[in-house]
């Protein structure tokens, strides 16, 4: 059995929150749509809030401190990633954005990425096609088809039966698995190890986020 790892990004702000939570059934349902394709998986959380403080330093200094340092080489080094935003003023959060800024413009090249994002209207589901996805099809990534969505509603006893969010969530989750399988996996980089992203001909300076002279 081959193995596999996720790096699953959530923004969420408060704790617990539902993108923590639409997170976690992205990230379950992959690894399950995976092992039925006899490939184990490993998943590595990377809730942002935790970090919050140490990427605005990173944005104002360009120094990126330890956690944030092992955030961002848990992401590189990924086979895909799962990333999932709640949606303000129509589009991801602020915090969400920062972090993707510290990242070096070619780490998500060629990456399988499931997109996620919530809010407390359905009326905000188009902040992924219209926000989200372009963001990282810029980045050289490569986001599955499906986006999956969730509205306050989606928690509730009354959630969508014509289209229910656990069948949005295995949509999502099956394209994810299939884009990883086609994909050799990730041999060559090891997330603790700076010479990760220095290996691939980058400067220190984009290690630590490359902005020091923005």
């Not at 990377?46 to 403080?53: P, V």
């Not at 104002?60 to 955030?71: K, N, Q, S, W």
């Amino acid at each position: 059995m081959s193995e596999r790892r996720i790096a699953v990004v959530s923004s969420g702000l408060s704790n617990p929150s539902s993108t923590r939570m639409l997170a976690d059934r992205l990230a379950a349902e992959t690894a399950r749509a995976l092992r039925e394709r006899d490939i184990d998986v490993q998943v590595d959380v990377i809730e942002l809030r935790d970090l919050a403080h140490d990427i605005t330093n990173n944005l104002l200094t360009g120094f990126a401190p330890a956690p944030l340092e092992e955030a961002i080489n848990r992401v590189v080094s990924a086979d895909a990633v799962i990333a999932v935003t709640p949606i303000f003023s129509t589009s991801y959060a602020g915090l969400f954005k920062s972090f993707i800024d510290v990242l070096d413009p070619d780490a998500l090249t060629g990456k399988p990425v499931l997109i996620g994002a919530n809010a407390g209207t359905a009326r905000h589901s188009l902040a992924i096609d219209y926000a989200i996805r372009p963001l990282f099809t810029y980045l050289h990534a490569e986001p599955v088809s499906t986006g999956v969505f969730a509205a306050s509603s989606d928690w509730g006893a009354k959630a969508d039966d014509v289209a229910p969010l656990s069948a949005r969530v295995e949509r999502g989750a099956r394209e994810l698995a299939e884009a990883i399988a086609r994909k050799e996996p990730v041999t060559d980089a090891d997330p603790f190890d700076p010479d990760t992203y220095l290996g691939k001909g980058k400067s220190f300076g984009h290690l630590l986020g490359g902005l020091a002279g923005e």
